[in-house]
């Protein structure tokens, strides 16, 4: 007999969808009739669905508001947590993500749902997940928007226009955090080495147009691995600030 197939763990991009949803209803329990959790039903199961996933239970109406209640855990409006169950862990941490902030949420969440419906995104993240680089931390908008951004940092076409511009401008390819000069350092073998990093909020990704110039910082591959090791990820005005005073110890 074939063995039941369990619906995979939310993730992080789920908790934020449904985190979104838990704040428009104020925590209530939503009612039979309403649209919306019927609404992030569907993009959940949309979301599943193109990375192979199939299941009458598969995040349902019902799944979609038990989540709510686990949500319900999480909020400090509801002292009494009497009965309320949490979910995963991801949950405890997508609250404290978002908590002070929810307009970003709603953006992120915004996001994240263009990315659902935009299949591209979810192509990209499919294929991202095998080449997980276990020293990175994925972002607090969650996995979708991540590998977006990595995806158009990477864009070869885009890189290269950078860099040039920057050899126009300074003569020479120097990190924007830390100064440091692959050339200067490895001779013949850096030159023309640096990598790029988008500076855009994660949150405006999925409806962006192309990627700017402006929109990419050039970094050494130190100072862009520290920015992406941890949650949440830094700017790179709190990296410069990171590293004067790491050097002032
Ligand atoms: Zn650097
Ligand atoms: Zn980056």
């Known amino acids: 007999m074939a063995k039941k197939k369990r619906n995979p763990p939310w993730t992080r991009d789920e908790i934020i969808l449904a985190l979104d949803l838990y704040r428009q209803v104020q925590g209530a329990w939503p009612r039979e009739s309403d649209s919306r959790v019927a609404a992030l039903s569907d993009t959940l199961n949309s979301f599943w669905h193109a990375r192979g996933h199939e299941g009458a239970t598969l995040r349902n109406t019902n799944g979609?508001?038990?989540?709510l209640m686990n949500l319900r855990a999480h909020d400090p409006a509801y002292p009494d947590k009497a009965g309320l169950k949490a979910g995963n862990h991801i949950e405890r941490e997508v609250w404290a993500d978002f908590e002070d902030d929810p307009r970003h949420l709603q953006e992120t969440a915004d996001a994240i749902r263009r990315a659902i419906v935009s299949r591209k995104a979810?192509?990209?993240?499919?294929?991202s997940d095998e080449i997980h680089d276990p020293n990175e931390a994925e972002a607090p908008e969650g996995r979708l928007l991540t590998v977006m951004h990595h995806r158009r940092e990477r864009s070869q076409k885009i890189v290269k226009a950078k860099k040039q511009d920057a050899l126009n401008k300074m003569g020479r390819l120097t990190c924007e955090a830390c100064s440091f000069d692959f050339a200067e350092r490895y001779g013949a073998r850096g030159d023309g080495f640096i990598e790029c990093h988008h500076i855009k909020p994660l949150a405006d990704l999925a409806g962006a147009g192309n990627t700017q110039l402006a929109d990419l910082a050039l970094l050494c591959a130190n100072c862009h691995r520290m920015i992406h090791a941890k949650r949440p990820w830094l700017s790179l005005d709190e990296l410069r600030v990171?590293?004067?005073?790491?050097?002032?110890?």
């Open 64 to 67: 979609v508001k038990m989540k």
């Open 122 to 127: 979810i192509h990209i993240e499919v294929e």
């Open 242 to 249: 990171l590293l004067v005073s790491a050097n002032e110890k």
